[in-house]
């Protein structure tokens, strides 16, 4: 249990208890500050060392005014023995991080009544005159965290507390007034739901020779939650008192704690405990309580019951009010940067919180955009200032690309709970050209039914070849073969014997060339699907045709660059692949935000594309980013809507091969030259893939249109 850990500590405050507290110090005075205050520890047969949580603490343990919230008041009325009454008054005032304060005041009367005179043989004489007696206690106290002054998360639950007491006593035979002092202490273990309470008493003056009741305290509480409901509280106190006039004095008692609606919660507390040696017996203590909470206050009305055997009972009726009715404030903040990327996963989250109490745990949760726990991490005392998320799951693996959420739980010592704001941050894909991937028309590429490329097949995938070898480097590159449903059966028009050889052959066609052009045979994969994998159906002319494809894909672990990424990414629309061009200007300008050179190229994609709208946005953006840098007017220019300029150095305007977009006033960014590695060499006259099959002249009907 965390409380073990406390004990060395603990055990070090214990030797420091005077030694003459130990002693029989013989009769004392003030006797009636040994009268416990408050209903409620009453109740528990004053086993309140360790709870010490209301205004009464500056009586039971000043360390434990710091637990009590806000302002809170205390009035007692105690009906005691043979007619005499007691009334106390405590006051509470919590300074949130400057500690909390208390006063206390307490007043003993008795009625008039006559005296008795004795004769010199100690026999009765008659009456004297009539006499009275009042006590008095007026008390200040203080109480802090330790850590407060021994700047050490080790005393973040320990709690320390000082009051400063004047006792008046106006007795026959014994009249004055001393000062005296109150030191306690108290360790919360939150997490064990266990307190630990020290309290040293009535160390001061004495009022003519005559030793206030010195005292020392050791108290523990353990509390248990959702007993017999999801609500309620069980506390379970015990006390060991030791007096220098009466000796040794066990005490223990319990709490139940009831909410019974929105407003109102009950209590029922009972306790045993050990009187003077007079009296010598355990006497049972009983008690109740009703906590209602008002409009602007909380009031709490207790009574407690505790007898003295054949000399009386005594009855102790209490008042407790909050006032403002607001608890202490605790809450937490959480912030991230807006992005983060997953070839240098790690993503600094920074953690606020601001409590009046200390906090006793933390967690962070992180989700992915589906609200699904991605990572949990939980820790004690105070979270950190930051917490460095590698990016990986409980599972030990790296997330997926996507938008992640954090949220920052706190729980202070009170067991009160806060949740921060959720912040979001999108994990960025890694600067790799792995999985990009492009489709060419078999019909436009090569004979029907046939794996013999032809004319402008070979032109075409000379084109890509070079590219590939020039721009993607020493990469994997897999090369798919896909036909129709038709079949395919070896004769005139066909010299295979079905789809799935076809596809093959026309895999390891393309393969052939790209090696010839440079690319290791090792680095080439192919796979035909035959009829397998159709990207539409295959019930028309139209859906066929597109169904009949070869597929090129892009295998890479390494982690490219912004130009290297940005290039390959030109060079896919020099050969009309601007929807994957796009794709990879988008990763760029992700991994760059603040820079205008990716956005002018996804302008360029979107353009390709047809898609002017999104292409003046993104123009826009690479505007407004160019200005946080340069300044002076910029030339205009107007390009023509159906076509696009390209990079200077390496593209000539290249015709849009889909639908022409409505006629749209470009900024002038769009045509800049972008910032990228230069791509000499690449051939100007790029060629645009048909968007529309290409039919063979004997036509799908009359040869299987493979």
């Known amino acids: ?49 360790a709870v010490a949580d209301d205004p009464t603490a500056i009586y039971w343990n000043p360390a434990g005014l710091y637990q009590v919230e ?40 008795l009625q008039s009544f006559l005296s008795t005179v004795e004769d010199s043989s100690g026999n009765f004489a008659g009456n004297g005159p009539s006499v009275s007696a009042s006590d008095w206690e007026l008390s200040a106290g203080y109480s802090n965290l330790l850590s407060r002054f021994l700047p050490d998360h080790r005393f973040d639950r320990t709690l320390v507390g000082l009051s400063v007491n004047v006792v008046g006593q106006n007795e026959v035979g014994l009249t004055g007034t001393a000062i005296s002092f109150d030191a306690g202490i108290i360790q919360l273990f939150p997490q064990d739901h266990l307190s630990v309470g020290l309290d040293v008493v009535n160390v001061g003056t004495a009022i003519q020779d005559r030793s206030q009741p010195l005292e020392a305290k050791l108290g523990g509480a353990w509390y248990h939650l959702q007993n017999f409901t999801r609500q309620d509280k069980l506390t379970i106190a015990a006390d060991l008192a030791l007096n220098n006039d009466t000796g040794l004095q066990p005490s223990l008692g319990s709490e139940y704690r009831l909410p019974l609606d929105s407003s109102d919660i009950g209590f029922l507390r009972a306790g045993v405990r050990t009187t003077d040696n007079e009296f010598g017996l355990s006497f049972l203590t009983l008690g109740a309580g009703l906590e209602h909470v008002f409009s602007g206050f909380v009031a709490d009305i207790d009574y407690a019951f505790a007898p003295y055997g054949t000399i009386g009972a005594t009855h102790r009726i209490s008042l407790n009010l909050r006032l403002g009715n607001e608890e202490e404030k605790i809450n937490a903040q959480v912030a991230a940067p807006p992005r983060f990327n997953l070839d240098a996963p790690l993503v600094d989250i920074v953690l606020k919180d601001q409590a009046s109490e200390p906090v006793e745990a933390w967690t962070l949760y992180i989700n992915d955009e589906k609200g699904q726990l991605v990572q949990k991490v939980t820790g004690q005392g105070n979270p950190p200032l930051s917490y460095a998320w590698n990016a990986h799951n409980s599972a030990g693996a790296l997330v997926a690309p996507g938008t992640y959420n954090a949220t920052l739980e706190v729980k202070d010592l009170n067991q009160k709970s806060a949740k921060s704001n959720t912040v979001s941050f999108l994990a960025v894909p890694p600067l790799s050209l792995d999985n990009v991937q492009w489709t060419l028309s078999s019909d436009a590429t090569f004979a029907i039914a046939q794996a013999d490329l032809s004319p402008e097949g070979k032109a075409k995938l000379t084109k890509v070849g070079q590219g590939l070898k020039k721009y993607f480097g020493d990469i994997g590159v897999e090369v798919q073969g896909h036909t129709d449903n038709k079949p395919c059966r070896k004769g005139p028009h066909c010299k295979f014997n079905n789809n799935q050889e076809l596809s093959e052959a026309r895999a390891q066609t393309v393969k052939d060339l790209f090696v010839g052009l440079g690319l290791k045979p090792e680095n080439v994969v192919i796979k035909g699907f035959a009829e397998t994998v159709p990207v539409t159906t295959n019930d028309t ?37 601007s929807d994957q061009a796009l794709q990879l200007f988008k990763l760029v300008s992700d991994h ?93 006259t790029p060629i645009a893939v048909p968007t529309k099959p290409v039919v063979g002249s004997n036509g799908p009907q009359a040869t299987p249109g493979k």
């Open 1 to 49: 249990m965390t409380f073990l850990k406390k004990l060395p500590y603990l055990a070090v405050v214990l030797a420091a208890i005077p030694g003459t507290l130990l002693a029989d110090a013989g009769y004392t005075s003030a006797n009636f500050l040994k009268i416990g205050m408050g209903a409620r520890a009453a109740g528990m047969a004053d086993s309140f060392t």
């Open 70 to 109: 806000g302002t809170q008041l205390s009035l007692t009325h105690n009906a005691w023995l043979q007619g005499v009454n007691i009334e106390y008054l405590a006051l509470s005032q919590k300074l949130g991080s400057a500690g909390a304060v208390g006063l206390g005041f307490t007043t003993l009367g």
């Open 541 to 577: 002319l139209e859906g066929r045709s597109k169904n009949r494809r070869i597929q090129i894909s892009i295998h890479s672990v390494r982690v490219e660059t912004p130009e290297s990424v940005s290039n390959a990414g030109i060079f896919l629309m020099e050969i009309g692949q």
């Open 592 to 684: 760059n935000p603040e820079k205008p050179e990716p956005y002018r190229l996804m302008a360029q994609a979107y353009m390709k594309i047809g898609n002017s709208q999104e292409a003046q946005k993104v123009s826009d953006a690479a505007d407004r980013l160019s200005s946080k840098t340069t300044s002076g007017p910029k030339p205009t220019v107007q390009p023509s809507p159906a076509t696009m300029a390209t990079p200077q150095a390496t593209m000539s305007p290249t015709p849009i091969p889909t639908a022409t977009p409505t006629p749209v006033a470009v900024k002038p960014s769009i045509s800049a030259t972008p910032t990228v590695t230069p791509m000499a060499k690449v051939p100007a």
